[in-house]
């Protein structure tokens, strides 16, 4: 299922009649207006709109990585929300061609938040949305930091509370 972000047509029906292909999200990611002019810091948020499907048209709240990813410096829009195949995305995405150039959702455990980064970086991705894996989290954000390897990775990548993350998974299925 795929829908359309400000009047733009959606991915073509080749990538809909994918087998297995799941549904995507399309929304507008973007910064307050201090956070543009300053940098994003760890306390910030950063909110997205997901425009379709209609039945999750919500403004959600995110917060970035503490000490790993890039920056979050432009405004997004007329992109899709993926959900990785498998969703903790520690290893090779068997939906990863559908990532390049959109902004992957993950699923936190099975691995660090940076290997997940990075593997959503590898597919291409532009950044990555690693939800809580507790459902019924619906108000603390987890300081997502680097583990013990010394890896770096180049895309943004934010926290998503567990609730809203299931809610947009499930109305994806």
């Known amino acids: 299922r795929g829908g359309a972000v400000g009047g733009s ?6 990538l809909e009649m994918v087998p297995g292909a799941a549904g995507w999200c399309c ?3 973007w910064l307050p207006a201090c956070v543009a002019a300053h940098g994003l810091r ?3 948020y950063l909110y997205f709109q997901v425009l379709s499907p209609g039945d999750i048209r919500y403004i959600f709240t995110a917060t970035p990585a503490k000490d790993f990813g890039g920056i979050f410096h432009t405004r997004y829009e007329q992109i899709h929300l993926v959900p990785a195949e498998p969703s ?3 290893g ?3 939906n990863g061609f559908f990532i390049q150039d959109q902004i992957a959702l993950v699923e936190r455990g099975g691995c660090s938040f940076l290997s997940k980064t990075r593997v959503v970086q590898e ?3 532009r950044a990555v949305i690693i939800s809580d894996n507790a459902v019924d989290n619906d108000s603390f954000y987890v300081e997502m930091i680097q583990d013990s390897t010394q890896r770096t990775a180049d895309i ?3 926290f998503l ?3 809203d993350g299931y809610m947009i998974r499930r109305s994806l299925e």
């Open 9 to 14: 047509a959606a991915p073509g029906p080749a």
């Open 27 to 29: 929304l507008v990611l």
């Open 42 to 44: 760890i306390h910030d």
């Open 88 to 90: 903790e995305a520690c």
């Open 92 to 94: 090779e995405l068997s």
């Open 123 to 125: 597919h291409g991705g």
């Open 156 to 158: 943004p990548a934010l």
């Open 161 to 163: 509370l567990g609730r």
